[in-house]
């Protein structure tokens, strides 16, 4: 009797039928034949790409507008600093030559007596500063480090604005340096001091008798050369220049000048100061001796 062959277990089936076609036939039929995309899906995909291109560049056009209007202010400002700034000069000529017409006039009315009259007023005209004077001196330049021309910075927002920038206190002890060494006339980028000038700072500008200035710092001082240079660097200011120089990388020029010639600062309003007269009140209180 033969033995009958053994059928195969429907497990083994599945497990073929696993190994030999993984994919369903429905997947498989569909990836042999993809269907083509429709020209709707493709217009969308694109306005929606034209879309976030176009609000990626306006997103980024409007983060670049306050720095271009920034600028454009500040160019502004540039351009009428200047313009006045050219308008007070001419003014200040025309002063000038209006002060040596009033002067030679005066002359002319004073006639030969007058000529020791005349002389002191001039020598006391050039000390008070009205006067242009000329002479030998020094030429002190002061200037920023390199790297601190950046425009627009705000000195109360920077905690480093004041590295490397030369201040109003600095041009302050200078000057104060230079007269105490014996200088007989002192001017700031062509802005003559006197005993009323001021020098103080305003936002980012060093204001000399409400004028801004601009970095480099020249002041020309007429007088003896080397008096002025050992009484400088024996004074207080001299080493505070030269922790400027060191410390801060500020820029420090000191130089003789064989002839310099300093403007006038402009005719003065006259004052004078008094004692004030003692009410016969206040005296008698002093006399009977002051409040009980």
């Excluded at 017409?101 to 007058?114: D, E, K, M, V």
């Excluded at 080397?226 to 505070?240: D, H, I, M, N, R």
């Excluded at 820029?251 to 000048?257: E, K, N, P, R």
Aim: with cysteine; hydrophobic share 40%; charged share 20%.
């Amino acid at each position: 009797m033969t033995e009958r062959p053994r059928a195969l277990d429907a497990s083994m089936t599945l497990l073929r039928e696993v190994m030999e076609r993984p994919l369903d036939p429905g997947y498989a039929a569909a990836a042999a034949h993809p269907r083509p995309r429709s020209q709707l899906r493709t217009a969308i995909t694109l306005i929606l790409a034209i879309a976030a291109g176009i609000g990626f560049c306006v997103a980024v056009r409007s983060i670049q507008v306050p720095q271009r209007e920034s600028e454009a202010v500040s160019h502004e400002l540039r351009e009428q600093i200047e313009h006045r700034s050219d308008a007070v000069e001419q003014l200040e000529r025309s002063n000038a030559q209006l002060a040596a017409a009033n002067a030679a006039a005066q002359q002319s009315l004073l006639g030969t007596r007058g000529a020791a009259l005349g002389e002191q007023v001039r020598e006391l005209g050039a000390l008070t500063g009205e006067l242009p004077v000329s002479g030998k001196g020094l030429k002190v330049t002061l200037d920023d480090a390199p790297g601190r021309d950046e425009v627009g910075s705000d000195p109360r927002t920077d905690d480093g604005y004041d590295e490397g920038v030369v201040l109003d206190a600095d041009l302050q002890v200078v000057v104060n340096g230079l007269w105490a060494a014996g200088a007989e006339a002192i001017s700031i980028n062509g802005e003559r001091l006197t005993a009323l000038s001021a020098i103080r700072s305003a936002g980012e500008a060093i204001l000399v008798d409400f004028r801004p200035l601009v970095p480099p710092y020249v002041i020309s001082v007429v007088g003896d050369p080397s008096s002025l240079q050992t009484g400088f660097a024996e004074g207080q200011a001299g080493p505070y220049v030269q922790s400027l120089r060191d410390n801060n990388g500020i820029g420090v020029d000191i130089a003789t000048a064989a002839e310099l010639t300093l403007p006038g600062a402009g005719q003065f309003v006259l004052r004078q100061a008094g004692p004030v007269e003692e009410s016969p009140v206040s005296t008698a209180k002093k006399s009977s001796g002051g409040h009980k």
